[in-house]
């Protein structure tokens, strides 16, 4: 079933937006918030109490893939040094 058209846009849709956010960290020298690369790309408008899910969810596929990691001090998000070969 995973074949479909809409399963083939649904995972080109995901991969630009992990593009995005992934060109969005590369620029940024400092690190970002999820608040920051949400509102940057437009994605973190949400329903009521709910704002940041969709910016979140993408960095966390991100982080599962070894090519972003989160500073737990101050929580911002940056490209990782050494990327899994």
Do not use: C, F
């Amino acid at each position: 079933m995973n074949n479909g058209v809409e399963y083939r846009q649904a995972q080109l849709a995901i991969a630009e937006l992990k593009a995005a956010v992934l060109s969005l960290l590369e620029k940024a020298h400092s690190g970002m918030s999820n608040a920051a690369i949400g509102r940057s790309l437009g994605i973190y408008a949400g329903h009521k109490r709910h704002e940041g899910h969709v910016s979140r969810t993408l960095l966390a596929m991100l982080e599962a893939e070894g090519v972003v990691q989160q500073d737990p001090d101050d929580q911002t998000w940056s490209v990782r040094s050494h990327m899994p070969s």
